[in-house]
């Protein structure tokens, strides 16, 4: 009886099994780098906004600390934006005819806000709070990168769930005194180490249920 089969088949067999699982594997390791990209996570990329608002110039330049513009960081799970009288207050009196600026007093004239893009954001079923942030001594630069040395804001971390989950699961090298959360280019004490676990368990950190579902997603 003749055979169905050639006698290379196996070896076909074995190249087409063997090509489809290294395909698979390629195919879903290339997925998850692009995914975890710039290209998709936007960081580092300056967004348009309707005034081009220099982080670099009133922050590193000037010395506005960042709760001028955003006071609800202390206060609120939103950090807030600056109301356009925050604006006028300086440019009222300075570069009050600069073109740039002219949707400011656009702004202030029709009582209509500035419509910022937000380039920080996390998905809508994620909850989360900036005071909470602030009061257990997580920096803002931290999360948004050293804005002393942004032209244009833009997105320094991923804020993917695995990046905030690597921080939950394991604080300490987040941390420092909340009196210094507001600094740039912060500096650690040689003591750091003895100070974070001193401020884990004064401010009532824990780590131990900071993964739990409901903590993000309520």
């Given at each position: 009886?003749?055979?169905?089969?050639a006698?290379?088949?196996?070896?076909v067999?074995?190249?087409?099994?063997w090509?489809?699982?290294?395909?698979?594997?390629?195919?879903?390791?290339?997925?998850?780098?692009?995914?975890?990209?710039?290209?998709?996570?936007?960081?580092?990329?300056?967004?348009?906004?309707?005034?081009p608002?220099?982080h670099?110039?009133?922050?590193g330049?000037l010395?506005?600390?960042?709760?001028?513009?955003?006071?609800g960081?202390?206060?609120?799970?939103s950090a807030?934006?600056?109301?356009?009288?925050?604006c006028?207050?300086?440019h009222?009196?300075?570069?009050t005819n600069?073109?740039?600026?002219?949707?400011?007093?656009?702004?202030?004239?029709?009582?209509q806000?500035?419509?910022?893009?937000?380039?920080?954001?996390?998905?809508?079923?994620?909850?989360?709070?900036?005071?909470i942030h602030i009061?257990?001594?997580?920096?803002?630069?931290?999360?948004?990168?050293?804005?002393?040395?942004?032209?244009?804001?833009a997105?320094?971390?991923?804020?993917?769930?695995?990046?905030?989950?690597?921080?939950?699961?394991?604080?300490?090298?987040?941390?420092r005194p909340?009196?210094?959360?507001?600094?740039?280019?912060?500096?650690?004490p040689?003591d750091?180490?003895?100070?974070?676990?001193?401020?884990?368990?004064?401010?009532?950190?824990?780590?131990?249920?900071?993964?739990?579902c409901?903590?993000?997603?309520?």
């Amino acid at each position: 009886m003749p055979q169905v089969f050639a006698k290379s088949a196996d070896g076909v067999a074995r190249l087409v099994l063997w090509g489809t699982l290294l395909a698979s594997m390629s195919l879903a390791f290339l997925g998850t780098a692009m995914l975890r990209s710039h290209f998709v996570t936007g960081v580092g990329e300056a967004m348009a906004q309707p005034v081009p608002f220099s982080h670099k110039h009133h922050v590193g330049q000037l010395g506005i600390d960042c709760r001028y513009c955003h006071n609800g960081v202390e206060t609120s799970a939103s950090a807030g934006l600056p109301a356009t009288e925050v604006c006028m207050t300086c440019h009222s009196q300075l570069y009050t005819n600069a073109a740039m600026l002219a949707p400011v007093r656009a702004s202030l004239a029709s009582g209509q806000p500035l419509r910022w893009r937000r380039v920080n954001s996390v998905p809508d079923y994620v909850y989360f709070n900036h005071s909470i942030h602030i009061a257990k001594g997580v920096a803002c630069e931290t999360c948004h990168g050293e804005v002393d040395e942004m032209p244009l804001m833009a997105t320094a971390q991923p804020l993917s769930m695995e990046w905030c989950l690597g921080c939950h699961r394991n604080p300490g090298p987040n941390l420092r005194p909340p009196r210094d959360v507001f600094l740039l280019h912060w500096r650690a004490p040689e003591d750091i180490d003895a100070i974070r676990k001193q401020l884990i368990s004064a401010l009532g950190i824990h780590p131990d249920t900071m993964t739990d579902c409901y903590v993000c997603h309520r």
